[in-house]
């Protein structure tokens, strides 16, 4: 036994996510490692549920994890989670996996389930939602040092996307009213 130890702590900006189109964000504090060149964090969601890939500051592998280059301090992070077409309501697990190797070789790993309510968009109940405070926060503070957009003529808009990016579905076997109206079929020979 070493005495390294894990300490995380893991917070949601709002206690629920919408079934479709919901957006949510997980901030993710580690206390510091002792000992340990680098850790590495991994996100496990379930199905419907997705990661929108970011973690400032913090590089990733080609495996999508979450590289901590330096453990010995504390680390804060903040992951932003999202759905984009409808899922089963009720409640799931977000997993967060924390490993690092200590200064004896050893493999020290922690594994943090974050229970989150998945909820109708329509039937949100905003008397019921609890909002974090510090999280939204860190949020806006983290939205403000990213580059803002900019409108067409090159003025600076001074709000943020928070937008979830459009997802265009092709329908190959779609036709429109004229279409339709003015499509010749072939005689098939």
Known sequence: ????????????????????EGMNHLWVHLEPLGGGKQAVLELQLPSGIHWDGKAKGYPQDTSGRVIIEQPEIPNDLLLGIYTIQPMDCGLVSLSIHVSFIDHCG???????????????????DEETVEIDEEVIRRVKEQALTEPTSTHPDGSDSGMVDCSLPKLIRYDPHYRSELEEKYRVEGTGL
């Open 106 to 124: 050893m493999e020290i790993c922690k594994t943090v389930l974050v229970p989150l309510s998945i909820v109708d968009a329509e039937s949100v």
């Open 1 to 20: 036994m070493t005495g390294a130890a894990i300490t995380i702590e893991v917070r949601l900006a709002k206690s629920v996510l919408e079934n479709e």
